[in-house]
């Protein structure tokens, strides 16, 4: 994908931004979804992550809770 087209999902920012797996094949969601999010962000979503360690995965035949952290 062109640079130009990455906006971070959260603030829209061009800045610095990073594709953010969502959840992975792996962990049992039919795709393995990304969203761009900015450097601040990304990392906001990771610390998210760390403290919750869980996945709302919105792909599935329900919401599902994931327990994995991906990148
Ligand atoms: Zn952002
Ligand atoms: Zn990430």
Known sequence: ???????????GSAEGVEEHHLYLKADGCPDDLTVFLCHV??????EMHALMRLHLCITGPGP?????AVC
């Open 41 to 46: 962000h990304h990392g906001q979503v990771h």
């Open 1 to 11: 994908m062109a640079a130009g087209g990455r906006l971070c999902a959260c603030c």
């Open 64 to 68: 599902r809770l994931m327990g994995a």
